[in-house]
């Protein structure tokens, strides 16, 4: 039903906006993608209001808030974001607390946050840095469940890893990079998995003649590759895949979930963890 993307770009952008089942199916919240950014596509039913909103950043950042239309009539609001990359951890915290004042503290909307944080719940990149980044959760995303977490605690669910995908070769980085966080009173996720795993055989249409433009050697060398025969994965991140359903009358929200009116002692937890690109 809802799909989030991160670093998309025009070329991408103009294909899905010509694809028939885009186009008889979903919205789409941006058409005006200048290098590359976030977007969200909604099933058409969902009757969705997108609103983008500018992130402090150094990298073109933004916020993609979509609210949608639950068949109850009740509203959920789903942010697509795409956090500051490489060592800008502080960077990263005042994006969170822009995210979470964005999506707004009113429990009477259940809202989820979801992308590419740019750190891991397990470790920090630098083993040498303390304290573990994916604290902020807790301290910025007040009230928020890591998804995955409380799904599968004991499963590792590493989106970006370099023993098993074919674009991360020349070093050893296993992350959990992708996440998709929510505060729910009234939808529960139920499942949620990693897709895009396996590796595809891709054709490609051959390079343009040497002299028509500036050859890239890495990338001239990859689609030789392809038209070879060779399989790939289709990014060097994995996606995720999230399934909600309505809260049953007797049954309890996602654990931590705060409540506005509950005392401070009882606020519980949010997150202890790190998308994947989509929810469906």
């Not at 770009?9 to 906006?17: A, D, F, I, M, R």
């Not at 707004?104 to 719940?121: I, K």
Request: hydrophobic letters at 35%; a positive charge.
């Amino acid at each position: 039903d809802v799909i989030c993307l991160q670093e998309v770009t025009q070329e991408l952008l103009s294909k899905l906006e010509t694809s028939p089942w885009v186009k008889n199916g979903y919205d789409m919240s941006n058409l005006k993608i200048t290098d590359y950014g976030v977007l969200t596509l909604t099933k058409k039913r969902l009757r969705t209001k997108f609103t983008e909103m500018a992130l402090p950043t150094q990298m073109k950042r933004t916020l993609c808030i979509a609210t949608i239309t639950l068949p109850s009539t009740k509203t959920m609001r789903i942010g697509n974001v795409h956090l500051e990359s490489l060592n800008n951890a502080e960077q990263r915290r005042k994006q969170l607390a822009a995210c979470y004042k964005m999506l707004g503290s009113s429990t009477e909307v259940d809202t989820m946050l979801a992308g590419d944080f740019n750190f891991c719940s397990y470790r920090n990149f630098h083993l040498s840095t303390q304290p573990l980044e994916n604290n902020v959760l807790m301290e910025e995303m007040r009230g928020y469940v890591d998804v995955w977490e409380a799904l599968y605690p004991d499963r590792k669910g590493y989106t970006f890893d370099s023993l098993s995908n074919s674009n991360i070769s020349k070093y050893y980085e296993r992350m959990r990079y992708d996440r998709i966080i929510a505060r729910s009173l009234r939808v529960k996720p139920r499942k949620m998995m990693r897709f895009a795993t396996e590796m595809v055989d891709l054709k490609l249409p051959p390079p343009p003649e040497p002299g028509h433009f500036k050859l890239n050697k890495k990338i001239t060398i990859q689609r030789l590759n392809l038209q070879r025969g060779n399989k790939v994965h289709l990014s060097d991140h994995y996606g995720l895949v999230a399934l909600l359903t309505p809260i049953e009358d007797s049954e309890e929200p996602l654990p931590g979930t705060f409540i506005e009116s509950t005392t401070p002692d009882r606020l519980g937890g949010s997150c202890q963890c790190n998308i994947g690109c989509t929810i469906a």
